[in-house]
Nanobody, 122 residues
C-alpha cells in the first residue's frame, strides 16, 4: 500500500502564511506528479497546484503569486507554502499523487490524502 501524510494546516488571520507538506511512502516505484486540491463548504473540489516529476507546475488562477509548489523527489515529498492568505482560501486541502506502485498490484495509480484543514479568519 501507499500512504500520504499531510501536515501544516491550521488557523491563521487574513494576510498570514502557512506551509503544507505531503509525504508519500510505501510500495512506490516512481512518482509522475504530486499536487494539492481543496474543497470548501458547499463547493466542488478544485485544483490548487500540481508539479510533475520533471518540474512542470500548474496553478489555479486564484492562487498565482501567493502560493508556490515544489518537491523533494528523494523524499517523495511536496510542499505548498501559502502567503497572503484570504478568507476564501478556507477549505480542506487534499494531497494527490500519481504514481507507479508495486502492491497490491503493479501499475499506475492515483492516491488522495486524508485532507488537512486550512482556516483563514479574523
Amino acid at each position: 500500500q501507499v500512504q500520504l501524510v499531510e501536515s501544516g494546516g491550521g488557523l491563521v488571520q487574513p494576510g498570514g502564511s502557512l506551509r503544507l507538506t505531503c509525504a508519500a511512502s510505501g510500495s512506490i516505484i516512481s512518482i509522475y506528479s504530486m499536487g494539492w486540491y481543496r474543497q470548501a463548504p458547499e463547493k466542488q473540489r478544485e485544483l490548487v497546484a500540481t508539479i510533475t516529476n520533471g518540474g512542470t507546475t500548474n496553478y489555479a488562477d486564484s492562487v498565482k503569486g501567493r502560493f508556490i509548489i515544489f518537491r523533494d523527489n528523494a523524499k517523495n515529498t511536496v510542499y505548498l507554502p501559502m502567503s497572503s492568505l484570504k478568507p476564501e482560501d478556507t477549505a480542506v486541502y487534499y494531497c494527490n499523487v500519481d504514481l507507479l506502485r508495486m502492491a497490491p498490484t503493479w501499475g499506475r495509480q492515483n492516491y488522495w490524502g486524508q485532507g488537512t484543514q486550512v482556516t483563514v479568519s479574523s
